[in-house]
């Protein structure tokens, strides 16, 4: 069975764990409210908010429901549009700002926008109309130009009282009625359903202890790839293990869980630490709703060539952990046993790696970088935000003072997508730039190192020459830049 709260109701299914969470609310809830238009993550018409109980209060995420396994709704609470409609057919503060301001038209899109600045409305986000505009960048419209909705997100953070720091703002959102009073009990609710045996392990046991591959994490690149599959698989659920979540310093090394998500990166206070572009660079990859899904561990086995974390965390020289989950009745030899490998040995050819299919990633590491570290992500896309990459690189240099104008490279790893059938860590350019100082004849040479190493195509995201000079551009601007 799998226990969760559907708005105001406490649900205990036995529907197949990979059943979309979209389908689950309209056809066996006949919740209606949540539209279904693109089923690939991208038009934000279906977005929910899920509640997730972190110590002793709810944390509050949207997610794009037509990716998401019934699976990772266990022991969470699940709001649709009907759970924040006011009982006396009035409308919220969100709802009445999106009509005051003419950002509704046909509609269609309409309760996806609401969802989402309601999210923004109750999760720990600074309440600013930046941050009011990026709660929308996973939901599409066809018929307002945005300009309108856009009025309507600055319009409610005025009307939103400044959270208190200490606090969630689900609170300040009952008081201004922009979700309902019972979000008051949810707490409570998710820890009386947490006690629950069943409730966060719905296919069987734990999954370090039985393996029904594949597993599923977020659900972003399955969902999409093989929908009809997925609806009928029962594979391991792994978004919400405990054991494969977390963003650890260890001293030497920063350690992260499987399981951790994009938006996870962008909250973590030791993340923000080491990297001060953080936002900017994470910023580019997809949406809200889907880095709030997204796990590295899925970025890393999807192996596109283009995967914008695979492409960062190369850059790192990052490794990850590996570990054997067959359960005893599959004889594997393998069961439970854990390997390291170097996340730039993963990739074989165009989507071959080598990973078994029972084996999880549970940890990547990279190590801790110093004072001298330099780091820069860029992605160039046919659109800037919610785009997938032509070209994209991640490079990471230590420096040292050489002489009172000149900076020497010590350590240097560079990685390209877009650029070959895998996410290229390259070798040869990275190791040529140690021990150079940083000037225009060591940038030349390194370019064209970096340009024997990649075998760019001719496709629809750009030419064979237009790939390499998109690189060559690239590097250079974080050598004379960011370096600099
Ligand atoms: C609208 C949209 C926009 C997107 N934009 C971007 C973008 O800008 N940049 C980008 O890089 N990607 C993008 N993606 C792709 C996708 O979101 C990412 O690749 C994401 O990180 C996949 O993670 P997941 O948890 O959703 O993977 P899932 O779909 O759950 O799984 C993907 C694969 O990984 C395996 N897997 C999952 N977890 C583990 C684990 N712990 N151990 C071993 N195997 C595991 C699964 O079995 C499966 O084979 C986008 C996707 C969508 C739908
Ligand atoms: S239906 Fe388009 S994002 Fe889900
Ligand atoms: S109002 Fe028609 S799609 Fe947004």
Request: proline letters at 5%; hydrophobic letters at 40%; glycine letters at 8%.
């Amino acid at each position: 069975m799998i226990d969760f709260i559907l708005n105001d109701t406490e649900i205990s299914t036995s529907e197949p764990a990979g059943t979309t969470v979209l389908d689950f609310v309209r056809y066996h809830k006949d919740l209606k409210g949540t539209k279904i238009g693109c089923r690939e993550g991208d038009c934000g018409a279906c977005t929910v908010m899920v509640g997730e109980l972190v110590g002793n209060e709810v944390k509050y995420r949207t997610m794009t429901s037509c990716l998401m396994p019934l699976a990772n709704a266990a022991g969470k609470h699940i709001v649709t549009v009907e759970g924040i409609n006011p009982q006396d057919g009035s409308m919220t503060p969100v709802q009445q700002a999106m009509v005051d301001e003419s950002g509704t038209q046909c509609g269609f899109c309409t309760v996806g926008f609401v969802m989402s600045l309601t999210n923004f409305c109750v999760d720990e986000t600074a309440n600013t109309p930046e941050m009011a505009i990026s709660a929308v960048d996973g939901n599409i419209c066809r018929c307002t130009g945005y300009k309108s909705i856009e009025r309507a997100a600055m319009t409610i953070c005025g009307t939103m009282a400044e959270p208190p720091a200490s606090a969630g703002g689900v609170d300040i959102a009952i008081e201004n009625g922009v979700v309902p009073k019972y979000f008051a009990d949810i707490t409570s609710s998710l820890k009386c359903l947490i006690k629950s045996p069943d409730t966060t392990a719905p296919a069987s046991s734990h999954p370090l202890t039985r393996a029904v591959p594949p597993f599923v994490s977020g659900g972003t690149d399955l969902y999409v790839q093989k929908p009809e599959h997925m609806a009928e698989s029962n594979a391991t659920p792994l978004l919400y293990d405990e054991q494969l979540r977390g963003i650890r310093d260890l001293g030497e090394h920063i350690e992260i869980g499987g399981s951790a998500t994009v938006t996870d990166l962008l909250v973590s206070p030791v993340m923000r630490s080491v990297f001060p572009q953080l936002n900017k660079h994470l910023k580019l990859v997809s949406s809200t709703p889907i880095r709030n899904m997204a796990t590295l561990a899925g970025n890393f086995v999807n192996a596109s060539p283009i995967g914008d974390m695979t492409v960062w965390f190369l850059a790192l020289n990052a490794e990850i952990d590996l570990v054997g989950v067959s359960a005893a009745s599959r004889h594997s030899p393998q069961s439970g046993e854990k390997r390291t490998l170097s996340l730039k040995d993963l990739y074989l050819g165009y989507k071959q790696i080598a990973k078994q299919p029972d084996e999880m990633i549970t940890a990547i590491r990279f190590k801790k970088p110093g004072d001298d570290f330099r780091f820069n992500f860029e992605k160039v896309c046919k659109r800037t935000y919610l785009d997938i990459a032509t070209v994209n690189t991640a490079m990471s240099l230590s420096v040292a003072s050489a002489s009172a104008d000149a900076l020497m490279i010590t350590g240097a790893h560079v990685s390209a997508g877009g650029v070959g059938p895998i996410p290229l860590y390259l070798n040869e350019t990275s190791a040529f730039l140690i021990g150079k100082t940083v000037n225009e004849e060591t940038i030349t040479a390194a370019n064209e190192i970096m340009q024997s190493e990649i075998s760019p195509i001719s496709d629809v995201r750009g030419t064979e020459q237009y790939k390499r000079l998109l690189l060559r551009q690239l590097f250079r601007h974080f050598a004379c830049h960011v370096v600099l």
